[in-house]
């Protein structure tokens, strides 16, 4: 097995798990800072009219 060695902010060696770790918790700080954000009130009625055109297509195939 090969064990890659990049370096870290705080300069220590780190392996893969570590590394995918690290992008795993950016990624999840970053999500939940996006789930803090208004959203504005026309990308609300436009995601609400593409969800009922989603269902409406869903139930055609049913």
Do not use: H
């Not at 097995?1 to 995918?20: C, F, I, Y």
């Not at 770790?21 to 789930?35: F, N, P």
């Amino acid at each position: 097995m090969n064990e890659t060695t990049d370096k870290t902010a705080t300069g220590l060696k780190s392996g893969p798990s570590e590394l995918g770790a690290s992008v795993s918790r950016k990624v999840a700080g970053l999500l939940a800072e996006i789930e803090k954000e208004t959203v504005p009130d026309r990308l609300m009625e436009l995601a609400l009219e593409l969800q009922k055109a989603l269902n409406d297509k869903q139930n055609l195939k049913a």
